[in-house]
């Protein structure tokens, strides 16, 4: 099994409450590797490139604006099937319903919002994360 790389973010709503530490505490006690990592403030250009697949759909304009309402911390974290461990992680879409101990299971919930609110995304297959980690870390 070859190594893989995915791209995590952790989204406003997880910098805002503090949780940089948790996300990267789950990552590195799984057993992946952290190989590169930035916090910044991603501008409407970026995150229309990381989100191209959802244009156009009724939460596209709610999620940038949400993506942009505060500093993201962006990373790189290595690992065989990291792709597939990281999504597990995070747990589903929606916090509501995701399993209880993965990261959107445990920390975050409902918010009433058009945009759901998660704490983090993680790449959903090796064509996206290669994608994803050059719009992030060219
Ligand atoms: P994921 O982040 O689990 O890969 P996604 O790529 O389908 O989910 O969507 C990107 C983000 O957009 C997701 O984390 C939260 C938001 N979102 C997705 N579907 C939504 C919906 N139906 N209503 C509101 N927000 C949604
Ligand atoms: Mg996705």
């Known amino acids: 099994m070859s190594k893989e790389r995915t791209l995590v973010l952790v989204k406003p709503d997880g910098v805002r409450r503090g949780l940089v530490g948790e996300v990267i505490s789950r990552i590195e006690t799984?057993?992946?590797?952290?190989?590169?990592?930035?916090?910044?403030?991603?501008?409407?250009?970026i995150l229309e490139k990381h989100y191209e697949e959802h244009n156009g759909k009724p939460f596209f304009e709610p999620l940038l604006e949400f993506m942009s309402s505060g500093p993201i911390v962006a990373m790189v974290a290595e690992g065989e099937r990291v792709i597939e461990g990281f999504r597990t992680m995070a747990g589903v879409t929606d916090p509501t319903v995701a399993a209880p101990g993965s990261i959107r299971?445990?920390?975050?919930?409902?918010?009433?919002?058009?945009?759901?609110?998660?704490?983090?995304?993680?790449?959903?297959?090796?064509?996206?994360?290669?994608?994803?980690?050059?719009?992030?870390f060219s």
């Open 30 to 45: 799984k057993g992946y590797e952290i190989t590169a990592m930035r916090m910044l403030n991603a501008d409407r250009s």
């Open 105 to 136: 299971g445990d920390l975050a919930r409902d918010q009433g919002t058009k945009v759901v609110q998660n704490i983090v995304h993680g790449s959903d297959s090796v064509a996206s994360a290669e994608r994803e980690i050059k719009i992030f």
